[in-house]
């Protein structure tokens, strides 16, 4: 099954990335996130947020914790799922979303999957979900 929704990011708060010892080219950052969905995924997020990146040239990977609240087509509870995607100036490439297994609780219970996001030209950002429930 796939269920499509849009969602708005509420909150970006940075927190402070302890100090390592190895430097690269890019800094490493952490944030904690909350989204609110709409559609066929309703409800919100919190999400832990890393990324390495560099804005001036818009370049870097991200990985992302969520924990979901919500509905999903009509089931509501919760789960987690997490996502990366890589940007090299233009687009984003090698993306993935999975659901985390044995994650979801209520009728989410033993929900299983895969999905993606994309950002439209007007700044919309859109989720889906292909996902099974046990």
Same mark, same amino acid.
């Given at each position: 099954?796939?269920?499509?929704?849009?969602?708005?990011?509420?909150?970006?708060?940075?927190?402070?990335?302890?100090?390592? +010892?190895?430097?690269?080219?890019?800094? *490493? $950052?952490?944030?904690?996130?909350?989204? @609110?969905? %709409?559609?066929?995924?309703? !409800? /919100?997020?919190?999400?832990?947020?890393?990324?390495?990146?560099?804005?001036?040239?818009?370049?870097?990977?991200?990985?992302?914790?969520?924990?979901? +609240?919500?509905?999903?087509?009509?089931? *509501? $509870?919760?789960?987690?799922?997490?996502? @990366?995607? %890589?940007?090299?100036?233009? !687009? /984003?490439?090698?993306?993935?979303?999975?659901?985390?297994?044995?994650?979801?609780?209520?009728?989410?219970?033993?929900?299983?999957?895969?999905?993606?996001?994309?950002?439209?030209?007007?700044?919309?950002?859109?989720?889906?979900?292909?996902?099974?429930?046990?």
């Amino acid at each position: 099954m796939r269920a499509t929704g849009t969602f708005d990011v509420v909150d970006f708060t940075p927190a402070p990335v302890p100090a390592t +010892e190895i430097k690269t080219g890019l800094p *490493v $950052g952490f944030a904690t996130m909350r989204k @609110s969905f %709409t559609g066929e995924i309703e !409800g /919100r997020s919190e999400t832990l947020f890393t990324a390495a990146f560099d804005p001036a040239s818009n370049t870097g990977t991200y990985v992302a914790m969520e924990s979901f +609240e919500g509905g999903i087509a009509g089931h *509501v $509870g919760t789960f987690n799922f997490v996502h @990366s995607a %890589t940007t090299t100036g233009g !687009g /984003r490439e090698a993306e993935f979303l999975v659901v985390v297994p044995g994650s979801g609780t209520g009728a989410l219970t033993g929900i299983r999957g895969t999905g993606g996001l994309m950002i439209d030209e007007d700044g919309t950002h859109r989720i889906w979900f292909d996902y099974e429930l046990a």
